[in-house]
């Protein structure tokens, strides 16, 4: 499976994606995370020195045929000819959106860019109970049709420490790093639900 991971705006959660659905597909086969982002933030991680359980290759050091989940990571805004390079061949494209009515139009302005392709928008970033911000977004996306992730990805502390530690959150210690860790492999699943 190819899944790219991709949004027109910035800091919405797309490599700590990128690094959690190919620590979720390493789980059921050998899995390639290619860093496309200048930014170079997947591969950054990836030498922070606890270890990732995946490869992490720059495009052109990138070997995929010989793995069989391939996952993408961009920079924020990627240039059209990176965007179709890598979406055209995607079975996938996960587009993070944070909560907030500017973060959703720029989702709805890239979907139409990416019209025709298997887009799926994730919420991420989403404040704890009590907020309703979850439940908003998810209401948004719907009321447009705009294909989601039932599942979203809460704000959580979990997640910038495993940056830190160059590690997938479930490595770290925090209280709710289980938790974390749980909340991509149940998106994880309705991507093999597909
Ligand atoms: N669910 C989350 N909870 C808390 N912090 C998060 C979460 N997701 C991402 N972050 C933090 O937010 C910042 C931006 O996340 P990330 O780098 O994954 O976004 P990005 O979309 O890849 O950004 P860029 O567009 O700059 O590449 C990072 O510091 C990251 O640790
Ligand atoms: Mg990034």
Redesign the pocket.
Known sequence: MRILVT?L???????????HLAAFLQLRGPTLLVDA?P?E?ALVWARQGAGLPFEVASPEGARPKRFEHVVI????HPKGKTLREYADKADLVVV?TSPGMLSLVSLEQFAKELRGLPLKALV???PPFPSLDALRTLGYLKAHKIPHFKNV????????K??LAGTVVHNVPDPRAQR?WE?YVMVGREILKR
Do not use: N, Q
């Open positions: 949004s705006k910035g800091g919405v959660g797309k490599t700590t994606t990128a690094i982002d930014a933030g990571d961009t920079a924020g993070p991420t970033l989403v990805i809460h704000r959580l502390a979990a997640y910038e495993a940056v974390a909340e």
